[in-house]
């Protein structure tokens, strides 16, 4: 499986900014893909990342407040923009496994809005 | 309706007891099947895959897929503390990238 870590691990920031949560594999992947884990909420997509061309985003989310960037293939970027304290969540990206239909995810970003 | 129900618990067992950990889906076109730990903190670890009806087993963990009655199962035996971690369900349809997860159940194995 691969390697995947997260940067920053956890955050605790002001309503209004934005927050940008770094994902970075350590081999080449097509697809990144970016979940959001609210308490006691399942997990839930976000988007789906491919390098070279614009993210997809799942039924109620937007680009505008979730900007996803992608520039090469063992790196990602979500910004979580003028948060509000529903806001508050875990992040994790996750690629698929090689060969399967599965997928591996990152320690996750704990981020608390204020 | 959710697409995956699960029994959030909390479960709380012996030591070396065998657990039972349960989901429901609604969806029929789920193929893929998966159970992942998620520890305090952590991301979650996948457990077990499997694709289509049937068992698997690893070790101490077997996964079981009823299609039929859209009905997943993951026992543990012989449970020891260090299997103290929500446990999350989540299925895939064919072709697709979006897993779908139950809400996991918290699990804790006491010594």
């Known amino acids: 499986s691969a390697v995947i870590s997260q940067k920053p691990s956890r955050d605790i920031c002001q309503r209004g900014t934005s927050l940008t949560i770094q994902c970075q594999v350590d081999s080449q992947v097509t697809m990144m893909f970016w979940y959001r884990q609210q308490p006691g909420q399942s997990l839930t997509l976000i988007a789906t990342a491919n390098q070279g061309s614009e993210a997809t985003y799942e039924s109620g989310f937007v680009i505008d407040k979730f900007p996803i960037s992608r520039p090469n293939l063992t790196f990602s970027t979500l910004t979580v923009s003028n948060m509000s304290p529903e806001d508050s969540s875990i992040y994790l990206c996750?690629?698929?496994?090689?060969?399967?239909?599965?997928?591996?995810f990152g320690p996750g970003t704990r981020l608390l809005v204020l | 309706q959710k697409e995956v129900e699960q029994d959030p618990g909390p479960l709380s067992v012996p030591e070396g007891a065998i657990v039972s950990l349960n989901c429901t889906y609604s969806n029929s076109a789920f193929q893929y099947f998966m159970w992942y730990r998620q520890y305090s903190r952590k991301g979650p670890e996948l457990l077990m895959y499997?694709?289509?009806?049937g068992n698997k087993e690893d070790g101490r963990f077997t996964a079981q897929v009823d299609k039929s009655s859209k009905y997943i199962s993951l026992f543990i035996r012989d449970s020891q503390p260090s299997d103290s971690a929500t446990y999350l369900c989540a299925m895939m349809r064919a072709g697709a990238n979006n897993l779908f997860f139950g809400t996991g159940t918290r699990l804790t194995v006491i010594p």
């Open positions: 996750s690629v698929h496994g090689s060969g399967e239909e599965t997928q591996y």
């Open positions: 499997t694709y289509s009806s």
